[in-house]
């Protein structure tokens, strides 16, 4: 299984401001992917990062919003821009297994508060 | 698109009571099920899953099993402990018109408190 690990763990921010996310691996993934948590909901899924192209956004969530990096097959970023309140929530980034597997594992999360 | 529906909840329970979270899903391919977990103040981790109809998933002593003619993947454990208390997500991967969509769809999450 993969070892993923995220940066900050938790944050409160002011509005209007971004905050990146990062999201390391400790093996070489493909695909790479960043979820939504908002407070008592479900997981939503905001784009799909794959190394050497551009990320993949859901419908709802744009690139100005939500730029993503994936440098390499262990590495991402998300960056929340121009936070407002209803930004608050976990974002995870997952990996999957890469045996065709559609299994991801999941980072322990990134708690987001916007003031 | 690919949807799950999830029982939501909250589900309250005793030890050793019997528990099922159903869970039913459209897909237009054949996807793959999944159970996930998420315990109080951790991350969330697969529980179980089955990738074709008919397999059952176990694991913990929880079983679901792959109902292609009810599109259905109930969660079943038939005793349940205070450490299963946690939120409970069905979800769905590949079952889209290409197969190589591997994103996962999710359910409303059900949270399970077991009382001692």
């Known amino acids: 299984s993969a070892v993923i690990s995220q940066k900050p763990s938790r944050d409160i921010c002011q509005r209007g401001t971004s905050l990146t996310i990062q999201c390391q691996v400790d093996?070489?993934?493909?695909?790479m992917f960043w979820y939504r948590q908002q407070p008592g909901q479900s997981l939503t899924l905001i784009a799909t990062?794959?190394?050497?192209?551009?990320?993949?956004?859901e419908s709802g969530f744009v690139i100005d919003k939500f730029p993503i990096s994936r440098p390499n097959l262990t590495f991402s970023t998300l960056t929340v821009s121009n936070m407002s309140p209803e930004d608050s929530s976990i974002y995870l980034c997952?990996?999957?297994?890469?045996?065709?597997?559609?299994?991801?594992?999941f980072g322990p999360g990134t708690r987001l508060t916007v003031t | 698109g690919d949807s799950v529906t999830q029982m939501e909840g909250p589900v309250t329970l005793s030890e050793e009571a019997f528990l099922t979270i159903n869970c039913t899903y459209t897909?237009?391919?054949?996807?793959?099920l999944f159970w996930y977990v998420q315990y109080p103040g951790e991350g969330l981790q697969l529980l179980l899953k089955?990738?074709?109809?008919?397999d059952k998933g176990s694991n913990k002593g929880f079983e679901a099993t792959y109902r292609k003619e009810t599109t259905s993947f109930h969660l079943e454990k038939g005793s349940v402990q205070v450490s299963d208390s946690a939120v409970y997500f069905c979800?769905?991967?590949?079952?889209?018109?290409?197969?190589?969509?591997?994103?996962?769809?999710f359910g409303a999450g059900t949270t399970v408190t077991v009382r001692a």
């Open positions: 997952s990996v999957e297994k890469g045996t065709g597997s559609y299994e991801q594992y």
């Open positions: 093996s070489q993934v493909t695909m």
């Open positions: 990062a794959n190394q050497g192209s551009e990320a993949t956004y």
């Open positions: 897909a237009t391919g054949y996807p793959s």
């Open positions: 089955a990738t074709k109809a008919d």
């Open positions: 979800a769905l991967s590949g079952g889209g018109q290409y197969v190589n969509d591997y994103k996962l769809s």
